[in-house]
């Protein structure tokens, strides 16, 4: 997949309890996301797609969930399962079927998000909990749902102190 940037093209991919593929990739580099990747529906960077590798479906050399979050919506590659990602290294599901995903920070927050299908995380709007100093003042999501930004299910790490024993130790990162 062409890159923009030399940074950022971290990703892991893994087969999820439901025999699908996921598929995580970075937003593309550079500080910031300048070309607003990770919440460009049309792009994969900065997303976690899913996919059927044992069917084909159309030119496409693999096939898609029926349930996929997006699969008719115009100008949305419909393999996205998950968008607002800045660089995702790690992906794992526990043993109740949750994935589970670790995101790279850019100044002060690193997360483990609990990834929902059709959950947008947010970056380069937000990072982490925090508004980024670089996004527009008034960001709207690209892809809406009821909670546009999912920074409430980020398990967060930061310079001070926070306290997420209770929620780390189900974590499978």
């Excluded at 460009?40 to 349930?67: E, H």
Aim: proline share 10%.
């Amino acid at each position: 997949m062409p890159q923009p940037f030399w940074n950022h093209n971290s990703g892991n991919l893994l087969f999820g309890p439901d025999g699908s593929l996921y598929i995580a990739f970075g937003d593309g580099g550079k500080r910031d996301d300048v070309t607003r990747t990770a919440q460009n529906p049309f792009s994969l960077l900065g997303k976690i797609l899913r996919i059927d590798v044992n069917t084909k479906q159309g030119s496409r050399q693999y096939g898609l969930p029926a349930d996929n979050p997006f699969p008719n919506v115009n100008g949305t590659r419909p393999e996205i399962y998950a968008l607002g990602l800045r660089n995702p290294w790690g992906l794992s599901f526990d043993a109740d079927g949750t994935l589970w995903c670790a995101d790279v920070g850019q100044d002060i927050w690193e997360e483990i998000n609990l990834i929902e299908k059709g959950g947008n995380y947010g970056w380069s709007y937000r990072e982490a909990p925090a508004p980024s100093p670089s996004a527009p003042m008034h960001p709207q999501p690209m892809l809406s749902s009821s909670n546009p930004f999912m920074s409430t299910r980020t398990l967060t790490a930061s310079a001070s102190p926070v306290d997420s024993s209770t929620a780390a130790r189900s974590c499978p990162i």
